[in-house]
């Protein structure tokens, strides 16, 4: 592996919700776990937890964004020029079609559904009954399903994206 991947795979980020009640950590680019307060789970309904796991889904993505684009300065700035030229309208058109591009994750049986669109506006949902049906290590585990769904889900999404536009750049 390159240096850039084998920084991006030693990644390891961990945010908190808004009070603290739930975080999430990400190692590398796929492996989400989730933890929550001490009796956090057993209290919650499923419109508080699906608004937390929002939350954290945001912040760990603006988080993974931050260190990506520091993984990439550090190993790839040597080798860049200080001059960035103009955005193409190749680049433009680009940025526009990842921007578009809806992505989904479930956990088995669909009680989390975890979705996001162009990479930037992030939902989590919570069937109703989760909560009853699951103890709180089962529900983190299918987090945990839905999370890495999604992840994949985006990847299969921007190959399919990405060789549009070489395709096109080819011809």
Do not use: N
């Not at 989400?32 to 956090?40: K, N, P, Q, R």
């Not at 109703?128 to 999404?157: H, M, N, S, W």
Request: glycine content about 8%.
């Amino acid at each position: 592996m390159g240096a850039l991947a084998d920084r991006l795979d030693r990644m390891r980020m961990t945010v908190h919700a808004p009070g603290g009640k739930a975080w999430a950590t990400l190692i590398g680019s796929r492996d989400v776990t989730l933890s929550f307060l001490s009796g956090y789970y057993g209290r919650v309904d499923e419109r508080e937890l699906a608004w937390t796991l929002t939350a954290v889904a945001r912040l760990l993505w603006v988080e993974r964004t931050r260190a990506l684009r520091a993984a990439v300065q550090e190993v790839l700035a040597p080798a860049r020029s200080p001059e960035r030229p103009p955005r193409t309208a190749r680049e433009v058109a680009f940025d526009k079609a990842r921007d578009e591009l809806v992505a989904e994750g479930y956990s088995p049986g669909r009680r989390v559904v975890v979705t996001t669109l162009g990479l930037r506006s992030w939902q989590v949902r919570v069937a109703p009954g989760t909560i009853r049906a699951l103890d709180e290590q089962e529900f983190c585990a299918a987090v945990r399903v839905a999370a890495d769904g999604v992840i994949q889900d985006v990847r299969d999404k921007m190959i399919v994206v990405k060789a549009g536009f070489e395709q096109a750049g080819a011809s």
